[in-house]
């Protein structure tokens, strides 16, 4: 199963160098073929979710990271839209207020945590905390080995409680990013989605991909594997975010709580 | 419009007898086209969200109140589903946790208010706090009184600051809601949804019905009115939740924020 080869559970041969942007490893060559599989898997993903939350037993965090325009919201509309409201809740993550500086960089994050029966998408993380902090050395290398320790015990500590962990990287190339920034320019109604600083980050490019390296290598585990998404075809990437959380689900396999037996003689008045 | 007849902006001649449970007022009569109805509108709804959330201007509060069975995560599904999960947000409030009982009643709704260019989705709300409380005695009627001014106040503030606030009340009939404990009852897939609570609030039905015309009565502004949704069918409820909806976006008219003309000379490197 070609999904293995982009799911990262240790960080010893990691090399983010080896995974291109514009592969599309998943994909069957055949894009209306692509597009109807995401239907597909999107479905059978709802009726999962239903069953997942009537067990109310469990919780999943999905962390989206990328670079900007790397296609985290886009994500989210592509896989996620069809799920029911009630068992779905994304979390976007800006630039902290002063009330969240004032803790720990997990605090905000903790608040956000799914709790059971829930599904919570994070679209960007405390894993900003590693990677914008550490290419402008507003931290330097000591903070980030700490805070990638400190990382590692947080998410473990989440998933020995009950809550299932699936990280993706959405991976764009320089050149795709380029292409969809000047898409946004030349179509006035994208500009409300044009950001300046995204040209100032765009700069960093090496430096970001080396600090998205650093951090895979750092907090892949077997329980909180990082996927690395080619995301520069939209079908793609959400094929395989939709192929990565098919997955998830057969491993976690929910059921719906067992029938209580004293209600089959309850009467309604 | 027969919408209007439902939309009460004004407690002097509101009277919720006057409501049939089992009305259809919105219907074309067959119920494919009243589905196909839902489908069409909740499309269109999708499509002014995405504009509402780029204008990042507004904030939209829908609350959804009802007995036990009304439907309230079934109007979710079925009017919401198709919406941007990155632009929806649904709130569940239960029995207040002692943290939460230990502030005012509004605390905990404050804290869950949309933030600009969201929608959220109160699944009951703080009018709990003048229903099944008022029903059991566990507070009086200056209380009662104090609390539906508080209420009014704080809806008037947040409509003041930008919120457009929906009341919908999921009017169902008693022998409906008998109907619907019995088919949960009969699916053991179902059972995990059943609270034997249910059974207990069922008996004091005409007080219920009480506090909520009270509470309508006392809260219906022409900002924030309430709607009075024929809930016995689920299609009609859906339909005229869907059309409510419509109606808002047409007063509401969202539009993506002005192009920004220094893009244009704008070069991605």
Chains 1, 2 share one sequence.
């Not at 997942?52 to 994500?75: I, N, P, W």
């Not at 209580?260 to 003689?265: F, G, H, K, N, Q």
Request: hydrophobic residues 40%; charged residues 30%.
């Amino acid at each position: 199963m070609p999904l293995d080869d982009f799911r990262i559970t240790s960080g010893k041969r990691f090399r983010l160098a080896d995974f291109d942007p514009g592969s599309k490893p998943l994909s069957c060559g055949k894009k209306e073929e692509d597009l109807a599989r995401i239907i597909e898997l999107s479905n059978a993903l709802d009726a999962q979710q239903d069953i997942f939350y009537a067990e109310h037993r469990r919780r999943l965090l999905v962390v989206l990271q990328g670079m900007d325009t790397s296609g985290k919201d886009g994500t989210v509309r592509g896989v996620f839209r069809s799920f029911d409201p009630l068992g779905i809740r994304v979390v976007g993550f800006k630039s902290p207020s002063p009330e969240e500086l004032a803790r720990d960089f997990l605090w905000r994050i903790h608040l956000q945590v799914p709790k059971t029966g829930e599904i919570v998408v994070f679209n960007r993380s405390h894993y900003e905390d590693v990677l914008i902090t550490r290419v402008h050395n507003w931290i330097d290398a000591a903070e980030c080995e700490r805070r990638f320790r400190q990382i590692r015990d947080f998410e473990s500590m989440l998933t020995e409680t009950g809550t299932t962990i699936v990280k993706c990287f959405l991976h764009i190339s320089r050149d795709e990013q380029k292409a969809r920034l000047e898409a946004r320019l030349a179509d006035p109604e994208k500009h409300w989605k044009f950001d300046t600083n995204d040209l100032a980050q765009r700069k960093h490019w090496k430096a970001y991909m080396d600090a998205y390296e650093a951090a895979i290598m750092a907090t892949s585990t077997p329980e909180c594997p990082w996927y690395v998404v080619p995301a520069d075809s939209k079908t793609h990437r959400n094929l395989m975010v939709a192929e990565i959380l098919t997955r998830v689900f057969e491993d976690l396999k929910p059921a719906y709580p067992p029938a209580r037996p004293e209600l089959a003689s309850t009467k309604v008045d």
